[in-house]
């Protein structure tokens, strides 16, 4: 296969991206293993505030390495800084919403 200088002066620069990235072999790589999990969550109540995480039900997309434990994965998520409001506090996760249950948990993977 040509490299690619060569291949953009023959068939233009539109194409010599595509023939490169369809035809030439790609190296294998490493895949990165975590945890993907789902929270079934709700309102805390003792927060009187309106911010729209507090509106939720499920939080999806929470990502932890191989091993966490759920309790871990619990407290990690709920000690996560969500915003400072305009008086300066700093709000967490565990201050407007509670963990019910964990609803998903699964390996998943992506590449490095």
Same mark, same amino acid.
């Given at each position: 296969?040509?490299?690619?200088?060569?291949?953009?002066?023959?068939?233009?620069?539109?194409? /010599?991206?595509?023939?490169?990235?369809?035809? %030439?072999?790609?190296?294998?790589? @490493?895949?990165?293993?975590?945890? *993907?999990?789902?929270?079934?969550?709700?309102?805390?109540?003792?927060?009187?505030?309106?911010?729209?995480? /507090?509106? &939720?039900?499920?939080?999806?997309? *929470?990502? &932890?390495?191989?091993?966490?434990?759920?309790? =871990?994965?619990?407290?990690?998520?709920?000690? =996560?800084?969500?915003?400072?409001?305009? =008086?300066?506090?700093?709000?967490?996760?565990?201050?407007?919403?509670?963990?019910?249950?964990? %609803?998903? !948990?699964? @390996?998943?993977? !992506?590449?490095?």
């Amino acid at each position: 296969m040509r490299d690619m200088t060569e291949t953009t002066k023959t068939y233009g620069a539109n194409y /010599a991206g595509f023939i490169h990235s369809h035809l %030439t072999p790609k190296l294998m790589k @490493e895949k990165k293993r975590f945890l *993907n999990v789902t929270f079934k969550v709700e309102r805390h109540p003792n927060y009187t505030g309106n911010h729209q995480l /507090a509106s &939720f039900d499920h939080i999806m997309g *929470n990502t &932890f390495p191989l091993g966490t434990t759920k309790q =871990e994965m619990t407290d990690e998520f709920l000690a =996560e800084t969500v915003v400072k409001d305009m =008086e300066g506090k700093t709000w967490t996760k565990g201050e407007m919403i509670q963990v019910v249950e964990i %609803t998903k !948990c699964f @390996e998943d993977s !992506c590449n490095d």
